[in-house]
């Protein structure tokens, strides 16, 4: 139990649906992320929010769509995804924002994962 | 830029020693992290290396090297449960993950 907690844990939807995925942290963190883990690539950082603000968005495509109502609580939109997008993605949350410059003051805590497929 | 290699697959037997490298090119470096990630579950923390040298904790150690941009995870009496993959993630900038290297520990 890490203190982030991810639903649904497993999605299977068509191209044409639209879901969202959900991560909420416990751990009173201010910075909460959307990653991407595909098999055989690197971890992909999708966005990042540090005190409810979004920072940064790595060129993800607008069938992604973030959503942060608060420091705790995190959604990832999906809608009109297509079939390369099945993927783990993964929520995390941190103290204070990684890479950011300033001096890390601690680690990336994952939730487990949701694993989507899409059709 | 940035950029940060590991090698993709070592296998070790149990109760041997294995080292995992990392190299890294990260602007305005600050740290190296490690983190395990068993098969189907989440990535967690196992060290944090900020200054060179070795660090060590248990039977997991960390060394940094930060003129060299080397790091690596040292793992003694390997246990079947040490099968997952590791990765190796640099902060500065901008915060990176290597690709990862898979670890298969045999009887």
């Known amino acids: 139990e890490t203190g982030v907690t991810q639903t649904p844990r497993h999605l299977v939807m068509g191209m044409t649906n639209k879901k969202s995925l959900k991560c909420e942290q416990h751990l009173g963190h201010n910075a909460m992320y959307w990653y991407k883990q595909s098999a055989k690539k690197p971890l992909e950082l999708m966005f990042v929010?540090?005190?409810?603000?979004?920072?940064e968005n790595n060129s993800v495509p607008s069938r992604f769509s973030p959503e942060c109502p608060n420091s705790s609580h995190l959604f990832l939109h999906l809608h009109t995804l297509q079939p390369e997008d099945s993927a783990l993605y993964l929520c995390?949350?941190?103290?204070?924002?990684?890479?950011?410059?300033?001096?890390?003051?601690?680690?990336?805590?994952f939730g487990e994962g949701s694993r989507l497929t899409v059709l | 830029g940035q950029n940060i290699d590991q090698p993709t697959e070592m296998t070790a037997t149990e109760g041997a020693i294995v080292q995992i490298n990392c190299t890294y090119q990260t602007s305005g470096f600050n740290g190296l992290f490690w983190y395990q990630q068993h098969a189907g579950e989440a990535p967690t923390f196992l060290s944090y290396n900020v200054l060179d040298g070795l660090e060590e904790k248990g039977r997991f150690s960390s060394f940094l090297s930060r003129s060299k941009g080397y790091s690596y995870l040292l793992l003694k009496e390997l246990q079947m449960k040490d099968s997952a993959s590791y990765l190796c993630?640099?902060?500065?900038?901008?915060?990176?993950f290597g690709p990862g290297t898979r670890l298969s520990v045999l009887p």
């Open positions: 929010y540090s005190l409810e603000e979004r920072v």
């Open positions: 995390a949350s941190s103290q204070t924002m990684q890479g950011s410059g300033a001096r890390n003051t601690g680690e990336l805590f």
């Open positions: 993630a640099s902060d500065g900038q901008n915060f990176v």
